[in-house]
């Protein structure tokens, strides 16, 4: 079995891992004699028409622009897009340009799915760095929007239970994170003080819980060269959250295993505070006229949130390339990052955006997850491994959740983790 083959079926198995036909092969031009080259577009935006409308408005406006390429919209729901990209590659019928969920982007990049898009780096001034693929200190893939988690609760709560309301420049510390959560279940009006949405899975455990871990100075890998987890996921600051967070439970603050719907939950009085991403804003604040939107605590070394959602990429072996980076750069413009917001409601990834879209700009009421997706977000780490990182991460939060004992589990978590690194020859070239 070929190296390039060898690591498609090992990206396979890590990507399904996380994500939870073909149409022509990749870049083949299609285009009849004289007329324009066909670029394929492989988007995962099926089913959800606000994002796949605006995906439509960009490939139609660059289509009408020029006349020598023509791009073409293959559009999957969410839950099949990236198996049929696994299948694609695996038989190499890739199509030019793909989405790609953020934290897989240097994993496809080691498979061989994605190549750098050659744009230069101006394009991306005044971008979120956490919605930027990067690889290497190259851009692999660029994205429209990104997600914040925070905190949210209501005004009355804080005030009734004597807790500060913290701002992104004077957040929690721990120890006043601590006291809230005392105050407000001292309160006796819900069930838990906190819920952190413990009963998600999948990805959520390390986007959600890992910037904990970082907050308290930790990380699920060494960065400096993504070689090992040892000392990092498995030293005394990593030692220390894993305490913390069963803490949690151990102290009646929050559930070990959360209802379904975090969000409702909150809404029907179940939790003095919610932590969920911005999705929820429009139902928490149509609730309840004195909601209050908290950026995450600062338990040590700074507040930390996830970055990273889904971004656009070119295809490796792309045969019009250059078409295909055309189509890149001409989509890379701030209208369409407007529209983009607009149409989700999530944060523009760009600043000059922002300034655009009232909730987001300077004063809009929105605009606290802008600014906590640019100081706060951490983004996944930039490693091939990161898929199987993830699951390996999620495993050993629940573990740790159920009241197991915590050095045993990070160990045994950096143990697999290096394992796996060393059995792909350190996800190197």
Excluded at 104 to 110: D, E, R
Excluded at 379 to 389: D, K, N, S
């Amino acid at each position: 079995m070929s190296r390039r083959i060898s690591r498609i079926v090992a990206a396979s198995l890590s990507v399904l891992t996380v994500a939870g036909t073909a149409a022509c092969a990749a870049g083949a031009g299609g285009g009849s004699q004289g007329g324009p080259e066909t670029i394929d577009l492989w988007t995962h935006a099926g089913g959800n028409d606000a994002e796949l409308d605006v995906v439509r408005t960009i490939v139609e406006d660059f289509n009408s622009s020029q006349t020598e390429y023509e791009v073409t919209i293959q559009d999957f729901p969410q839950e099949a897009y990236n198996d049929a990209v696994v299948g694609a590659a695996s038989s190499g019928n890739l199509p030019c340009i793909v989405d790609v969920d953020g934290p897989n982007v240097a994993n496809w990049a080691w498979a061989g799915y994605i190549q750098p898009l050659g744009l230069p780096e101006e394009t991306f001034e005044g971008q979120l760095e956490g919605t930027l693929g990067r690889v290497d200190g190259e851009v692999y893939a660029y994205g429209y929007f990104d997600v914040a988690l925070a905190l949210f609760s209501r005004e009355s709560i804080l005030e009734d239970a004597g807790v500060r309301i913290p701002t992104v420049e004077e957040p929690w510390t721990k120890e006043e994170f601590s006291g809230a959560l005392e105050k407000i279940d001292g309160l006796g009006e819900f069930d838990h003080a906190l819920d952190l949405g413990t009963g998600g899975s999948g990805e959520w455990f390390p986007y959600a819980y890992s910037p904990y871990l970082q907050s308290f100075g930790a990380d699920l890998i060494d960065r400096s060269d993504f070689q090992s987890a040892d000392g990092v996921l498995n030293g005394p600051e990593a030692l220390e959250w894993a305490t913390w967070f069963r803490g949690l439970v151990e102290d009646g603050y929050m559930a070990q295993t959360s209802g379904e719907d975090s969000t409702a939950d909150f809404v029907n009085g179940k939790s003095g505070l919610l932590y969920t991403g911005n999705w929820a804003d429009t139902t928490v604040k149509e609730a309840f006229d004195d909601a209050v939107v908290l950026p995450p605590p600062d338990l040590g070394a700074g507040p930390r949130i996830g970055a990273g959602s889904w971004q656009w990429a070119l295809a490796e072996g792309c045969e019009e390339a250059d078409g295909a980076r055309a189509y890149l750069e001409f989509a890379h413009d701030t209208k369409y990052f407007v529209e983009y917001g607009n149409a989700v409601g999530l944060i523009p990834a760009t600043l000059d955006a922002a300034a655009e879209i009232p909730a987001y700009a300077e004063g809009g009421e929105n605009r606290i997850y802008l600014e906590m997706a640019d100081q706060f977000a951490v983004v996944r780490p930039e490693t091939p491994a990161y898929p199987y990182i993830s699951s390996v991460f999620e495993k050993a939060a629940k573990d740790i959740l159920a009241g197991g004992e915590p050095q045993e589990i990070l160990d045994k978590a950096v143990a697999d983790i290096d394992r796996d690194i060393q059995q792909n020859g350190g996800y190197t070239s």
